[in-house]
């Protein structure tokens, strides 16, 4: 792990893209950013318009890549949910983090966060700004040492338990500790759709924190699995545009709306019609911003938790909503985790602009800290606030490390052009490798393995070198 440098930054003291003073705290603490952190489900790096989307347009996000930086090399912290997130929030890769798989505990929630982790919440929070979180957690069960509220959350609403997420019309949220009853959703009801209810209370979020910093934290639901949207004219501008074939999920029974998906006559119409919720979310989220006055001193990023899934219907191949890359959701070939990313800061990031800067989840808390002017423990992540405002020489990865627990163990790492995976991680016998240069060939087509073997061997040690032996998470025992 490395130690973070605050390059350019006196300690105690937050960037600022214009001169402080010390005279005056209320000015100084406005000139802060508000920050807002969107992160949606399984959309892939092809499923953004301004990606090269071409079957549906996101036109809210499409105006953020107008006013913002658009990421061309940005990876999650894994191919799946809550590792990823976990990477995110916590600054560390899947080799360090707390959390290196998606791992269920009863009745509901999944393996918690532990005690005393250094979060992006806690780096906030120690800043003076008010926290909240709306959408899916999965980083501790309700009450548990990962509760949001017990790792910085001052307001969290949503789906603690990301299993019972993939249930858009769930029969309870969780506000705090506060179980929140939706009975018109029981028994199959269609009462309330849950990402309307949590977007309304990050919309209120905004509006009650105004006057005070805030770190926003959107990790929205959407486009995960299950297909299903509201009956309103989001899914009626869809319905017929494109060829479908039904598909037959879970409509009753022990898993239904327990992790279960729902059967949908039009899988295609409605993954568009999410995605497009998604970005009408975002829409909504910038006005809001608008209408305070706060959209000139608020940063946002728009990013997601890895790539498209094929759950439920949905078909990420006739979307391409990996892009030209291969993969999905569960690989580490880049189409699992290469993903869309975007900030806007105005008057700090230069508007429609691209950059290939190689960058990935862990960075977050080093450029947060640095932005806010805190200091971190270590961690595996170098601040990109260079990048992002083109002042200052901006420090570059070595390489980029990630793990993933099911079919069979999964490793990779990019260094430079060079990628390695190691698949069946579980067995070092069965263990195999592939070596792709991401320069020449980006869709990962020719394994070159047997013509680099000295590539292949120094990037074995790498990343060995990158894992730390987790009891709760055995990958492999290094040999």
């Known amino acids: 792990m490395k130690t973070l440098l605050l390059t350019g930054l006196v300690a105690g003291t937050a960037f600022s893209p214009q001169l402080t003073t010390a005279s005056n705290k209320k000015t100084d603490k406005n000139k802060r950013p508000n920050v807002v952190f969107i992160i949606a ?39 799946v949910s809550a590792p990823s997130r976990s990477s995110l929030i916590t600054g560390l890769h899947t080799g360090h983090t707390p959390i290196r798989g998606n791992k269920e505990v009863q009745p509901e929630g ?22 909240g979180a709306f959408g899916k957690w999965g980083l501790g069960s309700p009450g548990s040492e990962g509760d949001p509220n017990k790792q910085g959350v001052d307001n969290f609403y949503g789906f603690n338990c990301q299993l019972l ?37 990050a919309l209120e979020f905004i509006e009650k924190n105004k006057d005070e910093n805030f770190f926003l934290f959107l990790p ?75 959209y000139e001193n608020t940063m946002i990023v728009f990013t997601s938790d890895n790539g498209p899934h094929k759950e439920g219907g949905a078909d990420p191949d006739f979307f391409n909503g990996n892009g030209i890359y291969r993969g999905h959701k569960r690989d580490l070939y880049e189409g699992g985790i290469r993903v869309p990313f975007i900030a806007v800061w105005p008057g700090s990031i230069a508007q429609g602009k691209e950059t290939p800067f190689m960058c990935s989840f862990w960075d977050m808390m080093p450029t947060f800290a640095q932005i806010t002017g805190q200091k971190t423990k270590e961690g595996d992540g170098l601040s990109i606030l260079p990048t992002l405002t083109g002042k200052g020489k901006q420090e570059e990865h070595q390489s980029l490390y990630f793990e993933f627990q099911e079919e069979g163990g999964k490793q990779a790492i990019r260094k430079g052009d060079w990628k390695l995976i190691r698949f069946k991680a579980n067995n070092e016998a069965a263990s195999y490798y592939e070596l792709y240069n991401i320069a020449a060939d980006p869709q990962e087509i020719h394994n070159v393995a047997a013509s680099h073997p000295e590539m292949v061997s120094a990037l074995k040690q790498l990343m060995l070198a990158s894992h730390v032996d987790d009891p709760n998470w055995p990958l492999y025992q290094k040999r």
């Open 220 to 294: 929205y639901v959407l486009p995960h699995a299950e297909l299903i949207v509201p009956e309103d004219s989001i899914i009626q501008k869809f319905r017929g545009m494109y060829p479908e074939t039904p598909y037959k999920g879970i409509d009753s029974g022990a898993a239904f709306r327990k992790g279960g998906y729902c059967s949908q006559v039009y899988p295609r119409a409605t993954f568009a019609a999410m995605v497009y919720r998604l970005d009408v979310y975002v829409g909504q989220v910038v006005s809001k911003l608008k209408e305070l006055g706060l």
């Open 165 to 201: 997420a993939h249930n858009y019309y769930a029969d309870h949220l969780w506000e705090n500790d506060k179980r929140i009853e939706l009975p018109g959703n029981y028994n199959g009801g269609y009462g309330s759709y849950t990402q309307d209810l949590i977007q309304d209370k």
């Open 41 to 79: 489900d399984d959309l892939g790096y092809g499923d953004l318009s301004c990606y090269g989307q071409e079957n549906f347009k996101t036109p809210n996000i499409d105006k953020l890549a107008q006013e913002g930086l658009r990421f061309t090399q940005c990876y999650s912290g894994t191919t």
């Open 110 to 131: 999944q393996f918690a966060l532990p005690a005393g982790t250094q979060t992006l919440f806690s780096i906030f929070k120690q800043a003076g700004y008010t926290t």
